[in-house]
């Protein structure tokens, strides 16, 4: 069955960058839609935007686009998220997640990431 | 974007009861609606998606409904790992939003 591992936890300064890894095992990356969410402590979930390696597209929630990049490593079927200009405000739990693809149409995220903790201090 | 609203925002309840969270689209979504229950400290699960159809391996005893703007999930006969927060969330345009949260405790 398919699996999503992602990387450990990251501490980083402000204005800094950071990556966060999200590896598929049980199947391959290019084959699925992965999507990106993340939970700044005491807030609920907030949707980043999603990545379909097949199609090379990717989809960004307005308040990330331009500092937000996700790729995707055929090779490792493996995906990342890039978020840079780090602020306080940037400090949560990322997640990865696989999106439910039927015929032209997505639903929600079926297969999660244990979830990777950035603090931003 | 689509602006999501659940009520209420926390609920208590005890083992055994029927308990129901509603969702509101700011515009129809017509069935692109999903439901997560999330734990501290967990990854989000998917428990209902297209409104309706239940998630492999997720028990009955949750089901979900509406359409077009308004949308329930009801789980029949609360168990003592129910106890959790609920988010839905449409698919039907991006960015794919979230309600804010419905915190289900133990009364």
């Not at chain 1, 960058?17 to 391959?28: E, F, I, L």
């Not at chain 1, 997640?97 to 979830?115: E, I, K, N, P, T």
């Not at chain 2, 974007?1 to 969270?21: F, H, Y």
């Amino acid at each position: 069955q398919v699996q999503l591992v992602q990387s450990g936890p990251e501490v980083k300064k402000p204005g800094s960058s950071v990556t966060v890894s999200c590896k598929v095992s049980g199947g391959t990356v290019s084959s699925y839609v992965i999507s990106w969410v993340r939970q700044a402590p005491g807030q609920g979930l907030e949707w980043m935007g999603r990545i379909i390696p097949i199609y090379g597209t990717s989809t960004y929630g307005q308040k990330f686009q331009g500092r937000v990049t996700f790729t995707t490593d055929e090779s490792t079927s493996t995906a990342y998220m890039e978020v840079s200009s780090l602020t306080s405000d940037d400090t949560a739990v990322y997640y990865c997640a696989r999106v439910l693809w039927f015929g032209d149409s997505l639903y929600g995220m079926d297969v999660w990431g244990q979830g990777t903790t950035v603090t931003v201090s | 974007d689509i602006r999501m609203t659940q009520s209420p925002s926390s609920l208590s309840a005890a083992v055994g009861d029927r308990v129901s969270i509603t969702c509101r689209a700011s515009q129809s979504i017509t069935n692109s609606l999903n439901w997560y229950q999330h734990k501290p400290g967990k990854a989000p699960n998917l428990l209902i998606y297209a409104a309706s159809s239940l998630q492999s391996g997720v028990p009955s005893r949750f089901s979900g409904s509406g359409s077009g703007t308004d949308f329930t999930l009801t789980i029949s006969s609360l168990q003592p790992g129910d106890f959790a927060t609920y988010y839905c969330q449409q698919s039907y345009s991006t960015p794919f939003t979230f309600g804010q949260g419905t915190k289900l405790d133990i009364k």
